[in-house]
């Protein structure tokens, strides 16, 4: 003790909190009552499978004023999808698994209430192997080889 002199200081705090700890209820709690600004929002359609933007549709769903809704895909289509499947004998989670979507989307998409989207149903045409898009819909799809 006696080597410790008048103008040395020694700090004690807390270890920084980590970012999970920042925000548990308690911390955000603690804040509140310490009357510190504490700023939640949730996240828009986190852990979804939303990697396809609508905004084409949003645009053009806007800029209409009669009807307001969206092109579904029609039922013919959905009857296609479901021969394909049937004749490949996949069941719906079998072909979502190989398109790499939810099994909703395919269900969606056979029941006609999907709103159709290019890349799926390009995807949808590659695995059962035939068209939905075009004049020659239900034809053998070559995949663009010639």
């Known amino acids: ?11 004690l705090t807390k270890r920084t ?26 996240k828009f359609s986190a852990g979804q499978n939303k990697q396809h933007l609508s905004s084409k549709d949003t645009a053009k769903l806007d800029r209409e004023t009669e009807e307001l809704h969206h092109e579904r895909v029609s039922l013919d289509v959905g009857k296609i999808i479901q021969k394909g499947r049937v004749d490949k004998k996949m069941s719906q989670k079998d072909l979502a698994t190989k398109i790499n979507e939810k099994p909703s989307v395919v269900n ?24 939905l898009r075009g004049k020659d819909k239900g034809q053998p799809f070559g995949g663009g080889k010639k």
């Open 108 to 131: 969606d998409y056979e029941a006609g209430r999907a709103i159709p989207n290019n890349q799926i149903m390009g995807k949808i045409e590659r695995a059962i192997g035939l068209k």
């Open 17 to 42: 909190p980590k970012a999970g700890e920042m925000r548990s209820q308690q911390a955000v709690q603690a804040a509140r009552r310490d009357g510190k600004t504490v700023d939640t929002s949730k």
């Open 1 to 11: 003790m006696a080597e410790v002199g008048w103008d040395e200081v020694t700090y």
